[in-house]
């Protein structure tokens, strides 16, 4: 049954994708069936237990049923007036890059790549700490009681990754609701929609050559690939932000609306996996607003901001009407006037100059990336070419 409910979540997400799409692009299209299915389906969970109905074998497999009828409808309606993506389909909508013998070669690795951490990922046990006490265990408990306020959080018997936005647990419950032994299939659904989606959106701006080698490097980044199977949030989070950048940029470069959609929602899921999310959110709307504000687009500035903190904002909420027994679990506290301690600061900056000079955490990526920031200054300085992107990199 397990597999039935993945191929329904991959549809929900395909058709998300096309209702929103001008343009069908058939490996965008594969890749963001992952993302949007699974963010779509988390938000679906939360409703479900918000409302009283609860999440059980039932609820969800009739929640995920409607939301593809519904898309459906919209698809009808989109194809009625000449609107959808998929009207005027050719041989070149399921391209997947020109090919030679880079491309074959980088394509060799990278699917070696996403058969091994997948493979890893599904054979090893959840072990991470992490997930073992919070993510995972919380999981289990939502599958079995059906609810976000469940006994281990009355008991006080679960870590504090249960104060983090719910989205990566509600998600790792799904397996165990229709009978699997391991909640491990998410996150390597997870990976191999970041990789697709990141390829796919990245073809569009280089050639399929340099988009294929520099998926590459990013799959194959030590921290990356460690972070990819051990079934916590950061792998979650860096696709939902990853992409929702791209998309952004994608939108700055080629003024295609369903791209400035796609990287609110999934902006927005960012915000849903992780409260830290928002210093990904915050920056991009800073950058809509300063890109919409000569037109005084205001609708299009509102909107963005809207759907992306719209699911950041519900769980700070749902934290507050609950605080009598979530406040144990939080662990950070939200200001709105910023900390300029000298020593704290002093601390952050030691404990970040650490972490980005360690080969084993990011291997030759951040000084790749000094490389290309000194490259690039003259088209960032004069023509203001991608200062968008390092604005919000930099944040």
């Known amino acids: 049954m397990i597999d039935l409910v993945l191929i329904l979540i991959l549809v929900l997400g395909w058709l998300l994708y096309t209702t929103f799409a001008t343009k069908f692009d058939f490996v965008e299209s594969l890749g963001l069936a992952h993302l949007f299915g699974l963010g779509a389906t988390a938000f679906s969970e939360f409703l479900l237990t918000i409302s009283g109905i609860g999440i059980n074998y039932s609820s969800l497999l009739v929640a995920l049923i409607m939301g593809i009828i519904a898309l459906a409808i919209l698809q009808t309606i989109q194809w009625k007036k000449g609107q959808s993506c998929l009207q005027n389909l050719k041989w070149q909508n399921f391209e997947i890059g020109s090919i030679n013998i880079i491309w074959l070669a980088g394509f060799g690795v990278l699917l070696f790549t996403l058969y091994a951490i997948t493979a890893k990922s599904m054979f090893w046990i959840t072990f991470a700490t992490d997930s073992v006490t919070s993510f995972d265990l919380y999981a ?77 490097f990013m799959a194959i980044t030590p921290e990356m690939l460690a972070q990819s199977a051990i079934n916590i949030t950061n792998g979650a989070q860096a696709a939902f932000s990853s992409i929702g950048v791209i998309s952004l940029m994608l939108w700055l470069r080629n ?14 899921l960012n915000g849903f996996t992780r409260s830290e999310g928002i210093v990904y959110i915050l920056p991009a709307i800073f950058v809509v607003l300063v890109w919409r504000y000569k037109d005084q687009d205001w609708k299009s500035i509102g909107s963005y901001a809207f759907i992306t903190l719209i699911p950041f904002v519900i769980w700070q909420v749902f934290m507050r009407i609950n605080h009598e027994l979530m406040d144990p679990f939080s662990q950070i506290d939200l200001h709105i006037t910023p900390n300029l301690d000298g020593e704290k600061l002093s601390e952050i900056y030691q404990l970040m100059k650490f972490n980005l000079s360690q080969r084993t955490y990011y291997g030759i990526t951040v000084i790749l990336f000094g490389f290309t920031l000194v490259a690039n200054l003259w088209f960032i300085i004069k023509k203001k070419d991608s200062w968008s992107l390092l604005f919000i990199t930099i944040s």
């Open 140 to 216: 289990k408990a939502i599958a079995s009681e059906g609810n976000l306020l469940n006994s281990l959080i009355h008991n006080r018997a679960v870590g504090y990754g249960v104060a983090y936005p719910p989205l990566y647990s509600m998600l790792l419950a799904i397996p165990y609701i229709y009978g699997a032994e391991t909640s491990k299939i998410i996150p390597a659904l997870f990976f191999i929609g970041m990789i697709v989606s990141f390829y796919g959106l990245l073809k569009k701006i280089t050639n399929p050559t340099s988009a294929m080698l520099f998926t590459l």
């Open 255 to 268: 003024g295609q609306k369903e791209y400035f959609w796609m990287s609110a929602l999934l902006l927005a």
